[in-house]
């Protein structure tokens, strides 16, 4: 089969969701959506993540330099894309409802109906033209006590249902087209 040239893009290269949860100036919490977030090795495994523009989360990130990031299930997409769709610079964003916990080893709000919040501290700012990426070590893993059970990973994962998504479009862990951007927000 041939192949053609494209501009860059990361299309039908599924990404995992996760919600990063930050304190605001005033000590609210807040949260954002975001994808661009992988792992990293040094002595022990870190996290890598990238912020593109100006935004809250990012303001948030750079003053406190801890955040957690909260992986999204099928539960948590209507409201992962509200966060991930309106802007934090409205005023009304975080009114919102959402059962917020704290972090165990950190101070940072984490989202209790997560089944896995990791809690991160940033070692290192790169800063770029556009946007900043972010080197962070693991300082805890909050996980569901259900994931410690016998069932398989793969019955795990189909009972969790993580969110991936590519061409903007959300997919169920089963492939399922959950819809694109800014849809399933509307159900709220
Ligand atoms: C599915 C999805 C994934 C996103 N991933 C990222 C990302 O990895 N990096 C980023 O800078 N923005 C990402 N965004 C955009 C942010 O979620 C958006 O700018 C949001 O307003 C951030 O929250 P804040 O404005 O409250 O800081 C994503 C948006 C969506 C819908």
């Keep these: 089969m041939g192949k053609k040239s494209l501009q860059p893009n990361n299309d039908f290269c599924p990404q995992t969701l996760f919600l990063y949860g930050t304190y605001d100036e005033n000590g609210d919490p807040h949260f954002g959506l975001f994808c661009w977030f992988s792992y990293i090795w ?10 593109g523009g100006s935004k809250p989360t990012r303001t948030n990130i750079e003053r406190n330099k801890i955040f957690s990031a909260n992986l999204v299930t099928e539960e948590l997409l209507p409201v992962a894309d509200y966060l991930g769709t309106v802007s934090g610079e409205n005023q009304d964003k975080m009114k919102i409802a959402l059962d917020i916990g704290k972090g165990e080893v950190l101070d940072v709000p984490v989202l209790n109906n997560s089944p896995v919040n990791f809690e991160l501290e940033v070692k290192e700012f790169i800063t770029i033209s556009d946007g900043e990426v972010m080197l962070c070590k693991i300082r805890n893993v909050l996980q569901d006590e259900s994931l410690s059970s016998d069932e398989s990973v793969a019955q795990k994962l189909a009972r969790i249902a993580p969110i991936r998504t590519t061409a903007q479009t959300y997919l169920g862990y089963d492939g399922r087209d959950l819809g694109a951007w800014g849809e399933p927000m509307k159900s709220l």
């Excluded at 040094?42 to 912020?51: F, L, S, T």
Aim: charged letters at 20%; hydrophobic letters at 40%; a negative charge.
């Design 42 to 51: 040094d002595n022990e495994m870190g996290v890598m993540c990238c912020i």
